[in-house]
Each structure stands twice: as structure tokens, then as C-alpha cells.
């Protein structure tokens, strides 16, 4: 008997699942997946769905890679696990490291390996403590963050994104944080304003953020170059260069989070790449390893990696590290990722396949619930709304609790495409290796969940 049909009359009293209400997870049997294949996930009942945000953003080669899992399969025969510190490391290690920040967009870059986006961006923070420290810079500790972003949840991450909301939720200390507001143009825009205007204006922000704290007390500034949880939304023209000018006249280091945007999620490699900006630092995750194992890393500057070798010197050590980042089953799998994305040309494909999402997404425009939609890349979402309730993000609620994102992705999902309900949309990031017809029967299956809500509303 399987695990699915040993558990098919018991409920997850004892689980408690992320982004869930608990509440109802004791009284209610939750979805529950047992295979996957290619863009398709399988519940224990056979259902197919199309994973069309890849999971968490994530799982860009699909549920059945063989490569990725015969990877996976040799180093654990090889050596299936041996802690790198110490001055000890494996060789696979070493190789993703060279070939890791050979692929990166910062010259000269140095790279520490962990387990999740979340650490990563929460180490960076710390090794940016240490470095200011040992450049005689102690002062300097406060990160710039753009509000309804999303970093993490670690303590420190909740506290750079996540909202409002979430960090008064678990009581999180945001004193080190300057929150500035995340680009949602053109929704976001002043009237009249164009797009450089509004790009102005919120490069403005932030430099009046950074004189009222002061600048010697800033130490960087991190964003996601596309933000999913924000939105969808890409930034105004110019948004990035502009900041990244701002920030050199003050001494304070950019940092891009490419936990979702980095391997070709926006059609390029890394998402600063489609946004024309060089951080100094990044970190990535999720695909590095396609999301077959977990691992993460922070990629940094050769000035950067510089202050921390000098403080290592003084001290006699580095006084880091972590039992599982840089797993060798983990970075035998994103070594095979980084083959991959080679060999079969994925940004290639990605390129050739980007524009018929696009039209897709448009092609729901036609919808009464459907008020715009946003893509970039292989990345959009899809703005919606009660029949004549207008398309802002602030449009009135839905009929039922949760608003009418909700209810389109409770219909979606009965017809059998998994998206992600946000505050007045649908985000959708499906898997890199996505085909035109897979294509098209995302959009006929969404329509199908969009026509269910429809057909249920008075006017419907």
C-alpha cells in the first residue's frame, strides 16, 4: 500500500504548512501530489495539473529531469554527504563554485553556498556587518528594502519584505530596515505622470530616506529585479540604472535578490541582466539546482570578498558556516543544471517561447474578470476584478472571503492549472522548459477556472 492510501482517511492534525490557515489544515485533508512529470504534477487520485508558478517559483526543468536526478543518484554512491569548513571541501564543490561565478554578472566573483534563499539573503546581511566592520565602517547597517517585497523568512528577511502585515504578526524588529516603495507602474503612478517621472520620483524617495537616517549609516540597498510577490510588476525605465547612480554617489552597496529571477526566469540569465544594473553582490537559489535539492548562494565582489578575507586574517578565522550548505548531493545536481542550461540552450528556448506567453496572457484581456496583464519573460501575472469594480490592485472584494484572486485559483485548480493568488491577481511563473502547446492548454485551462467564477456571480 502507498503512503497516500495509508493516510486517505486521516487528516494533517500534526502539520503545520507554510502560507496555510492552520485552522483549517486539522479539518480539512489538504491537496496532497504524488508524482510529477515533466510540466504536469499528479494528486493521489491521478488528476494532472500544470504547475504554472513551477511550485514556489522553482522547479524550472520540469518534475522528471533524468539527468538531474541521475546526478542526485552518482554523488550519493560517490560521497553522499561531507560538510564543507574547516579547510575541507569535495570536488564538486569546487568545480559549481569556479563554474557558478564564471556564470555570474560580477567580474572577479567569490561565492559562500547555502541552503535556502532565505539564508543566503540573511547571510549577506550578516557578511555586509562584517565587512563594513573591517573597512572601518561599523555604522553602517542599515539596508534599504522596498515595501510588499520579499526576501525570506528568517527573522532578519520577514523584517527586509513581507509587508506590513507580516512583521507585526511575529512582533519582527525592523529597526535596521529603511522601507522605500516598490515600483507598480504604470498602476502606481501620480496622474500625468510619465515613466521617467515615476522613476524619478521613487529614485527621489530614497535618497531623501537615506539623508533622514544618514548616509553614513546605510550599508546597502536589495530588491528583486522582477518581484513576484509584489505583483509581477517590471519596474519603470530606468528605475534600476538610476539607483544604482544614486547609491555610488553615497558610498552604499546594490544587491540583487535572484532567488526567483536568476536562470533565465526573465529571459536572460539573472534578472539584473534584463534591468541594465551591476550589484555588487547577489544571491540565487531555487533554480541553481532546478529545486531537485536545496541549495543556495551568496555571489559577491572581489571588493567585497576582500574585507572579509582581511577580517579572517586578523581574526585567524572566517566564524562561519553551516552543516548542509554546500551539500554535495545539492551542488552535484546544480553542477548538472549549469551542464544543462548549456547543452540544451534553456535561454534559447525560453526566448522562443516567451512571446507566445505573452500573447496568451493578453488573450485573456478579453475576460470580464480580467482587468490587465503583465509578462515579462517567462514571468506575469494576470490583474482581476468583479465586472465593473475597476483594475486597480485595491478593486472591491470579491463575494466570498479572500477576495476574487482567491476564487479564481480555487476554479483554476479544479480545472487543473496550479497558480498564485495574490492581492488582486494571479501570479504565474510556469517551468522553463514549458512548450507552445503546453502553452496554450495553460491559458484553456485558467479561462476554464475564470468562465466557473464567472457563471457562479449574479451577473455571471
Known amino acids: 500500500m502507498n503512503i497516500a492510501a495509508r493516510l486517505s482517511n486521516h487528516h494533517s492534525d500534526m502539520l503545520l504548512l507554510p502560507f496555510s490557515n492552520l485552522r483549517k489544515l486539522r479539518e480539512d485533508r489538504p491537496l496532497i501530489f504524488t ?77 559562500m553556498f547555502a541552503t535556502t534563499g532565505s539564508e543566503a539573503n540573511d547571510q549577506l546581511v550578516k557578511f555586509t556587518w562584517y565587512a563594513n566592520r573591517v573597512a572601518g565602517e561599523p555604522k553602517r547597517r542599515k539596508i534599504i528594502s522596498r515595501r510588499a517585497s520579499y526576501h525570506g523568512g528568517t527573522i532578519f528577511t520577514t523584517a527586509l519584505g513581507g509587508g506590513a502585515a507580516v512583521q507585526t504578526a511575529f512582533g519582527v524588529p525592523t529597526d535596521d530596515i529603511i522601507h522605500v516603495t516598490h515600483p507598480t507602474w504604470p498602476m502606481g503612478a501620480l496622474p500625468g505622470e510619465t515613466e521617467d517621472e515615476y522613476a524619478d520620483r521613487l529614485v527621489a524617495e530614497i535618497r531623501d530616506a537615506i539623508e533622514e537616517v544618514g548616509p553614513e549609516t546605510v550599508a546597502a540597498f536589495i530588491a528583486e529585479p522582477l518581484s513576484v510577490s509584489s505583483g509581477m510588476f517590471p519596474p519603470p525605465r530606468g528605475y534600476f540604472p538610476k539607483i544604482r547612480a544614486l547609491l555610488d554617489d553615497y558610498g552604499i552597496r546594490m544587491y540583487s535578490d535572484e532567488v526567483v529571477t536568476g536562470f533565465g526566469r526573465t529571459g536572460t540569465m539573472w534578472g539584473c541582466q534584463s534591468f541594465d544594473f551591476q550589484p555588487d553582490c547577489l544571491s540565487t537559489a531555487k533554480q541553481l539546482s532546478g529545486a531537485y535539492q536545496p541549495i543556495s548562494a551568496v555571489v559577491m565582489s572581489d571588493e567585497f570578498y576582500g574585507h572579509l578575507e582581511a577580517g579572517s586574517e586578523a581574526a585567524g578565522i572566517f566564524n562561519h558556516g553551516s552543516t548542509y550548505g554546500a551539500h554535495p548531493v545539492a551542488a552535484a545536481v546544480a553542477l548538472k543544471v549549469l551542464d544543462i542550461f548549456e547543452r540544451r540552450d534553456v535561454l534559447g528556448h525560453i526566448g522562443s517561447v516567451a512571446p507566445v506567453f505573452a500573447k496568451g496572457l493578453k488573450a485573456l484581456e478579453s475576460h470580464p474578470l480580467v482587468t490587465t496583464t503583465r509578462a515579462f519573460g517567462l514571468a506575469g501575472a494576470i490583474q482581476v476584478a468583479l465586472p465593473g469594480a475597476g483594475g486597480g490592485a485595491d478593486a472591491a472584494p470579491s463575494l466570498v472571503p479572500g477576495g476574487i484572486a482567491t476564487q479564481v485559483y480555487d476554479a483554476a485548480l479544479a480545472a487543473g492549472v496550479v497558480l498564485r493568488p495574490l492581492q488582486g491577481c494571479l501570479v504565474l511563473s510556469p517551468p522553463l522548459i514549458i512548450t507552445e502547446a503546453e502553452i496554450d492548454e495553460m491559458f484553456r485551462r485558467i479561462r476554464t477556472g475564470l468562465d466557473a467564477v464567472l457563471a457562479e456571480l449574479p451577473c455571471g
Request: glycine content about 8%; some cysteine.
Open 35 to 111: 508524482r510529477g512529470k515533466g510540466i504536469y504534477t499528479y494528486d493521489e487520485d491521478g488528476k494532472d495539473y500544470i504547475e504554472a508558478v513551477s511550485t514556489f517559483y522553482c522547479v524550472g526543468l520540469g518534475f522528471s529531469d533524468e539527468e538531474l536526478i541521475e546526478a542526485a543518484v552518482t554523488q550519493l554512491r560517490m560521497l553522499p554527504m561531507y560538510p564543507s569548513g574547516i579547510h575541507r571541501t569535495v570536488p564538486v564543490v569546487m568545480e559549481l563554485a569556479e563554474r557558478l561565478t564564471r556564470a555570474a554578472p560580477i567580474p572577479n566573483a567569490h561565492v
